[in-house]
C-alpha cells in the first residue's frame, strides 16, 4: 500500500507534461509542466476554467491528443507502459480495457444508428473480454446498478429514444464493459438534473470503490468535486494552482486564484418593474403526447415582458417538451399557446415569419448547436438575412453589432470557425444567432449546465443585461437550482408532465413546499466532502430514494 492515506500501488504517472494546440497553423502550448499521480482505487479531481487543460490532461492519461493537438514533451506511464513511446497498437489495446472514457456529452458521442446494448457490447466483445451473450447480460447488470429504468429492456432503444441524462448513465455502463483500471470521467453529470445527479454521483462512486477503480474526475462544480474526489488539481491556463487532499482544499485554499473559484456565483437578478400586465406569452392548458404516450398534462403559466420564468424539473419532466410544444415543434392535442394574447398555430409550419420571429431558443450544447463549418459570419448572419432580409454592407453591419452586444470582438471573431472558440464563446455565438431574429421571447435551454462556473456567470450577467436592454422575455430551462436563484423572477416545478408548483422566485425558496419541491432543494450538492454519503444514508434509512430511477 502506498502512503496516500490507504490507496494502492502507483497506476498513472505523469512528469513534465507539455501539450501543444494548433491555431492558424502556429502552435501554441496549451498544457505547460504538469505533473501528475495516481494510485490504484483513487479519485483525483481536476478543476480550472474553460481553457485550463482539464480535458486536454484527461485525454492525454489515454496516450491521446485530439485532432489539432500533440502531446510535445514529458512522460506518461500507465502501470509501467510508457505511452509517449508505446506504439499506437499498444496504446489502442489500453483503450477501452484498461483506460476507458465518459464524455461530457452522450449525445454526441453514441452512434444514432445502433440500439445502446450493441454499443455496449462491441467493446468487450472486439476486445475478447467476453462473448456477446455474456455482454448483453452484463449491461443489463450495470443498467441496473445505475438505476436505469427496465434495465432489461432499455438497451434495445436506440440513443434518440432515452432522455439525455439516461443516455450519459448508459454511456457510465459502457464505460465500465471492460473493467478498466482506470476511468476519465469528462463532466458526465453535466447533463443531469440534480435528482439523477445525486442517483448516478452515488452509483459512479460505489462502482469505483466495488471494483478498486482509479479515476480522473474532470469538473466545474465544485460541490460535486468534493463528493467525489480523494484529492483535488486546480489547473488555470494549462498550468497546476495548487493540490491537495479534498478536505484540505474545501476548507483551505492557499492560492487566491482557487479562493476565487471558491466564492462564484456572487450574481443574484435584481427584479425589473413588470412594464405590462397582460402576459406575453401564455401556456394554456396544454396537453400534448408522442405517438400514443402522454407527456404533458394541463400545463399552464404566463411569462411577462423583461421577466424571466425558470422552468425546473428531472430529466422527463416534460420541461423541453413544453419548449417544443411554445415553438410549434409538437402540436398540442388539447390547449393552445397565445403571444400579446393571439393564438399561435400548434404547427410550425403553419406560422408565419412573424410569428416565428418573435420566439427564439438557445440550446444547451452549443458545440452539436452550430455548424462547425460554417464561419460565425455565417451563423449570425443567416437569421438576419431570413428574418429581416438585409444583405450586403447592412447585413455585415449587423452582424458586428450582434457580436459587440455579445461582447466579442466584431474584427476578431466575424471569420472564425466554431472550432476556434472556447464553449463560453460559442454559447455567446448561439445567443447572438438568437437575438438576430429580433425576437421578444428567448427559450434559454441549459444553456450554461456545460460551461465552469465563472464562464456560466458571465453568461447569466450578459442574458440578464441584454432583457434590460431589450426588454426581453425568457423561458429559462435548467435543472441548476444555483443559477434558478440567479437570474429566475417566477420559477415553474414539474414531474412527470405536471406542474407541481409554481410561483415568486423567494416563495419557492422558501418552506413549506411540494413534497417533490423538497426533494429538489434537497438534491444540490454542498461543499461538504461527507455530504453525499450523509444524504444516501440519511435516504436510504428514511426509505426516500429519489423518483429518478424510474424517470
Not at 442517483?199 to 471494483?211: G, Q
Not at 461543499?527 to 424510474?550: K, N, V
Amino acid at each position: 500500500m502506498s502512503s496516500d492515506g490507504g490507496k494502492g500501488d502507483l497506476l498513472l504517472t505523469m512528469r513534465g507534461l507539455r501539450i501543444e494546440g494548433q491555431s492558424d497553423e502556429e502552435w501554441h502550448e496549451i498544457v505547460k509542466g504538469v505533473d501528475l499521480d495516481l494510485h490504484r482505487g483513487e479519485v483525483l479531481g481536476l478543476i480550472g476554467e474553460s481553457g485550463a487543460g482539464k480535458s486536454t490532461i484527461g485525454l492525454a492519461a489515454m496516450g491521446f491528443a485530439r485532432p489539432g493537438c500533440r502531446i510535445s514533451a514529458g512522460e506518461i506511464v500507465f502501470d509501467g507502459v510508457d505511452l509517449m513511446k508505446a506504439s499506437e497498437s499498444t496504446k489502442r489495446k489500453l483503450r477501452g480495457v484498461r483506460i476507458a472514457y465518459v464524455a461530457q456529452s452522450a449525445a454526441a458521442s453514441f452512434n444514432p444508428a445502433h440500439r445502446l446494448i450493441d454499443q455496449f457490447s462491441e467493446g468487450p466483445v472486439e476486445h475478447g473480454v467476453s462473448g456477446r451473450a455474456e455482454a448483453e447480460s452484463d449491461a443489463r447488470e450495470l443498467y441496473g446498478k445505475l438505476l436505469l429504468p427496465d434495465p432489461d429492456r432499455i438497451g434495445y432503444r436506440y440513443p434518440h429514444q432515452v432522455s439525455g441524462g439516461q443516455l450519459q448513465r448508459a454511456m457510465t455502463a459502457m464505460a465500465m464493459a471492460c473493467r478498466p483500471d482506470l476511468i476519465i470521467f469528462d463532466e458526465p453529470t453535466t447533463a443531469l438534473d440534480v435528482t439523477t445527479q445525486i442517483e448516478v454521483l452515488a452509483t459512479i462512486k460505489n462502482i469505483v470503490e466495488e471494483f478498486d477503480t482509479a479515476a480522473i474526475y474532470i469538473t466545474h462544480d465544485l460541490a460535486v468535486v468534493a463528493q467525489m474526489a480523494d484529492r483535488i488539481k486546480v489547473l488555470r491556463f494549462g498550468e497546476t494552482v495548487e493540490e491537495a487532499d479534498t478536505a484540505t482544499m474545501m476548507t483551505s485554499p492557499q492560492q487566491e486564484y482557487t479562493k476565487t473559484l471558491w466564492a462564484v456565483r456572487s450574481f443574484k437578478k435584481e427584479p425589473i418593474p413588470a412594464k405590462s400586465k397582460e402576459p406575453l406569452v401564455s401556456v394554456k392548458n396544454v396537453t400534448a403526447a408522442y405517438g400514443a404516450v402522454p407527456v404533458l398534462h394541463d400545463v399552464s403559466f404566463d411569462i411577462y415582458r423583461g421577466k424571466t420564468v425558470a422552468v425546473v424539473g428531472e430529466s422527463g419532466s416534460g420541461k423541453s417538451t413544453t419548449a417544443r410544444v411554445i415553438t410549434g415543434l409538437l402540436p398540442p392535442r388539447e390547449g393552445q399557446v397565445l403571444v400579446n394574447g393571439e393564438p399561435l398555430p400548434g404547427d410550425y409550419r403553419h406560422r408565419t415569419k412573424a410569428q416565428l420571429r418573435h420566439a427564439q431558443m438557445i440550446y444547451q450544447m452549443a458545440d452539436t448547436a452550430v455548424n462547425p463549418k460554417q464561419r460565425i459570419r455565417e451563423i449570425i448572419g443567416r437569421p438576419v438575412s431570413f428574418y429581416l432580409g438585409l444583405s450586403g454592407r447592412r447585413l455585415e453591419e449587423r452582424i458586428r453589432e450582434l457580436l459587440s452586444l455579445i461582447e466579442l470582438e466584431p474584427d476578431k471573431f466575424i471569420d472564425r470557425f466554431p472550432g476556434e472558440l472556447s464553449g463560453g464563446q460559442k454559447q455567446r455565438i448561439c445567443i447572438a444567432r438568437a437575438l438576430a431574429a429580433e425576437p421578444e421571447f428567448i427559450i434559454c435551454d441549459e444553456v450554461t449546465s456545460a460551461l465552469d462556473q465563472i464562464v456560466a456567470e458571465g453568461i447569466l450577467r450578459l442574458l440578464d443585461r441584454l432583457q434590460r436592454e431589450l426588454d426581453l422575455a425568457y423561458m429559462f430551462i435548467t435543472h441548476d437550482l444555483a443559477t434558478v436563484r440567479a437570474i429566475s423572477d417566477e420559477v415553474v416545478v414539474m414531474l412527470k408532465g405536471r406542474i407541481v408548483e409554481q410561483g415568486p422566485r423567494e416563495e419557492m425558496f422558501t418552506p413549506p413546499h411540494h413534497e417533490y419541491t423538497d426533494l429538489l432543494l434537497s438534491s444540490v450538492p454542498e461543499m461538504d466532502p461527507h455530504w453525499l454519503d450523509d444524504l444516501m444514508e440519511r435516504r436510504r434509512r428514511d426509505g426516500m430514494m429519489a423518483s429518478t430511477s424510474t424517470s
